[in-house]
C-alpha cells in the first residue's frame, strides 16, 4: 500500500503560479511512475504529466511549456510548477503514484487538490 499526500492548491488569477505537491508513504519501494491529473466537473480525469523514476516526462500538449513536473525520489515526493496558468488549468488535481511488483502494476491516488484559476 502506498499513501499520498497532496498539498498546494488555492485560488490563482490568470497568469499566475501555483506549485502542488505530493509525498508518498508505504511501500515506497515499488514506485515507479509518478504524476499529475485533473479533471474539471463534467470531464474525465486527465494526464497532465508523469514522470518516471529515470526522470523521463511526459506532458498533455495543453500545458507544455507552462508546467513543469519534477521528483524527489530522496524524499519519495512529486512535484507539479504550474505557471501561465489559465481559466481552462481549474480542476481538482490528483497526485499517482504507479506501483510495479512481481509483474503486478497497482495505480495510487491522492485526496486531490483544488486549482482555481480567474479570469
Known amino acids: 500500500q502506498v499513501q499520498l499526500v497532496e498539498s498546494g492548491g488555492g485560488l490563482v488569477q490568470h497568469g499566475g503560479s501555483l506549485r502542488l505537491s505530493c509525498a508518498a508513504s508505504g511501500s515506497i519501494f515499488s514506485i515507479n511512475a509518478m504524476g499529475w491529473y485533473h479533471q474539471a466537473p463534467g470531464n474525465e480525469r486527465e494526464l497532465v504529466a508523469a514522470i518516471t523514476r529515470g526522470g523521463s516526462t511526459n506532458y498533455a500538449d495543453s500545458v507544455k511549456g507552462r508546467f513543469t513536473i519534477s521528483r524527489d525520489n530522496a524524499k519519495n515526493a512529486v512535484y507539479l510548477q504550474m505557471n501561465s496558468l489559465i481559466p481552462a488549468d481549474t480542476a481538482v488535481y490528483y497526485c499517482?503514484?504507479?506501483?510495479?511488483?512481481?509483474?503486478?502494476?497497482?495505480?495510487?491516488w491522492g485526496q486531490g487538490t483544488q486549482v482555481t484559476v480567474s479570469s
Open positions: 499517482n503514484v504507479r506501483t510495479q511488483a512481481l509483474g503486478v502494476t497497482v495505480d495510487y
